[in-house]
């Protein structure tokens, strides 16, 4: 298993430019999260997906889109970049067990994005 | 809202030293802790974990931590730290809508 994937690993933006990072995970998890993590703030959860076909907002949704088209995919959209959304962005996804009990979370190795 | 609390935002420690690392929560329900550490240039990695049961979780690399439901908290220890702990650890907890919310990290420097 490869576990928890994102492409791409780095890139540079203007302010206005759009761009879509990719997250995809192999172990058959229902739950995907998109996470930013900024100096002194930790991570703070931006969207996050229940299932397929399904999103819903976190801490910090302005600015950003997301859709789970697959099981395996959550897809996270800039539409406008803007300075302040130069970050590291981690995916993470998490099983549910057998009785619906929860398990950990897995996070990929990260994205680091500036937007100059 | 629900939050997670680290009080130490930066420790520095000699090897060998013990340590410990707060974190408190705000939520009242049922809830699952976690501890995750980032090396240098990673991404997080599971310390332990907290679902129920013994409220003493016991860890990788040494690492355990201890759930006091009256306090809301769930503090990390370690009796003898090593230079390759240096890192910076987060605690973290589900909530009932299955948001992960974590705590703004704490940076552990750790002098050789």
């Known amino acids: 298993n490869a576990g928890v994937t994102q492409t791409p690993k780095f890139r540079v933006l203007k302010t206005g430019q759009s761009m879509t990072l990719l997250c995809a995970q192999d172990?058959?998890?229902?739950?995907m999260y998109w996470y930013r993590q900024d100096p002194g703030m930790g991570l703070r959860l931006i969207h996050y997906s229940v299932g397929e076909g399904t999103t819903a907002k976190g801490e910090v949704p302005d600015g950003y889109n997301v859709s789970r088209l697959k099981k395996q995919n959550f897809l996270l959209g800039l539409e406008s970049a803007a300075p302040s959304q130069t970050s590291v962005y981690f995916c993470a996804s998490r099983p549910i067990l057998a009785g619906g009990s929860t398990d950990t979370q897995y996070f990929g190795p990260g994205t680091r994005l500036t937007v100059l | 809202a629900q939050s997670v609390s680290q009080h130490n935002h930066h420790v520095i420690l000699s090897e060998a030293a013990s340590l410990e690392l707060g974190c408190n929560y705000s939520?009242?329900?049922?809830?699952?802790l976690f501890w995750y550490v980032q090396y240098p240039g990673q991404h997080l990695q599971l310390l332990l974990k907290y679902f129920s049961g013994d409220p003493l979780v016991k860890g990788i690399k040494g690492f355990e931590a201890e759930f006091i439901k009256s306090k809301f908290s769930f503090n990390l220890r370690k009796p003898s730290v090593q230079w390759s702990d240096t890192a910076e650890y987060f605690c973290a907890v589900i909530n009932r809508d299955d948001k992960i919310i974590f705590g703004k990290g704490t940076r552990l420097h750790i002098l050789p």
């Open positions: 172990m058959n998890h229902e739950y």
């Open positions: 939520y009242g329900g049922t809830v699952n």
